[in-house]
């Protein structure tokens, strides 16, 4: 019988808020100048192979930033959280305040027109994609969903042959795809009001996340240990 996993309820309610202030960001970034994906790369690596087959070499460098911003970011998280496994009393605090910061410093880019405020807010997407890696060695993500679909599908189909599924892997699917549809529903609504400045809210929501996470940590004397009991 496989052992009974659970997820702590600060890990819960950050997921689903990080996956919720991703939404936001990629609805910002698909409804902005350039029409592009902020939070996940496999569109804008598509496109900067589209740019170098057409030879498009201003679109070249623009993808390789894009992508490079993004790396950057999730480098700058191994930095900083320097664990695979998710764990209580981390830099998480640390990266989320930082994520805040690269995305309040995209908006009068954006506002501008300038592509290096996109350069800058997939910064913080790869920031904040890196920070909640592995959990008892499931991969938890929280800037895209295309793994959580494909995990859910297999599960499901698992399921219909009868076998056992990893219950909670099919709740953290539904959690993250869920709190990214509702973001994105919610920065659709915000840029008809806000525009390009609609990536403050993410920014105050991902700051506000950082003091909170790190204030939880202090009063709760955590010393850095595992979430999962390892």
């Known amino acids: 019988m496989p052992v009974l996993r659970q997820l702590p309820g600060w890990a819960w309610i950050g ?21 592009q994906s902020i939070t996940n790369l496999t569109g804008s690596t598509s496109l900067l192979g589209i740019s170098l087959g057409t030879a498009d070499g201003g679109e070249v460098v623009h993808w390789v930033l894009s992508i490079g911003a993004f790396l950057a970011g999730a480098i700058l998280s191994g930095l900083l959280v320097q664990q695979r496994t998710l764990k209580l009393g ?37 920031l904040q994609n890196g920070m909640v890696s592995t959990y008892s060695g499931m991969v938890f993500r929280t800037t895209h969903v295309s793994g959580m679909f494909t995990d859910l599908g297999i599960y499901i189909g698992q399921r219909l042959r009868g076998l056992q599924v990893d219950t909670l892997r099919v709740r953290v699917c ?24 609609t990536l403050l809210i993410p920014a105050v929501l991902t700051g506000l996340c950082g003091v909170a996470y790190s204030l939880y940590c202090q009063y709760t004397g955590s010393t850095g240990m595992h979430a999962d009991g390892d």
């Open 90 to 126: 981390r830099h998480y605090g640390m990266a989320l305040m930082l994520e805040s910061l690269l995305l309040f410093a995209a908006v009068p880019l954006l506002d501008a027109g300038s592509s290096i405020g996109l350069y800058l807010a997939s910064m913080g997407a790869g």
């Open 15 to 35: 997921g689903g808020a990080l996956a919720f202030v991703a939404g936001i960001v990629n609805a910002a970034g698909y409804m902005g100048f350039r029409h």
């Open 174 to 197: 539904v959690l993250v795809i869920g709190s990214f549809l509702l973001g994105s529903a919610a920065g659709a609504l915000l840029f008809g009001v806000l525009q390009e400045r």
